[in-house]
Nanobody, 123 residues
């Protein structure tokens, strides 16, 4: 059974950082890609970044230059380092797996999703 569990969200002040985690079970990161998305209230889900099975990184438009994806294959966990957070970064952050080794451009192409972790940036 595939399971993705996000953690690390919270309420933070502008300019600070958070490190989000996505613990993956049922899929081996050496063979499967994982992506991060986010969705703010009233807005469409948008892609942030994705890491392929061989460690290549594909960046989306969200958080460009401030968000960094990485992974620890020994822990089967993918991370999203979010720096310089802004109020407009407030959203639910999700990790997702497309069910294969390669990153896909659209969220509809992802088969497995976590429950999400809330990030709220406010002073």
């Amino acid at each position: 059974q595939v399971q993705l569990v996000e953690s690390g969200g919270g309420l933070v002040q502008p300019g600070t950082s958070l490190r989000l985690s996505c613990a993956v079970s049922g899929l081996d990161l050496d063979y499967y890609a994982i992506a991060w998305f986010r969705q703010a209230p009233g807005k469409d889900r948008e892609g942030i970044s994705c890491i392929t099975s061989d460690g290549a990184i594909v960046k989306g438009d969200s958080g460009a230059g401030r968000f960094t994806i990485s992974r620890d294959t020994t822990k089967n966990t993918v991370f999203l380092q979010t720096d310089g957070l802004r109020p407009e970064d407030t959203a639910v952050y999700y990790c997702a797996a497309p069910g294969n080794a390669w990153c896909r451009p659209f969220f509809s192409e992802y088969d497995y999703w976590g429950q999400g972790t809330q990030v709220t940036v406010s002073s």
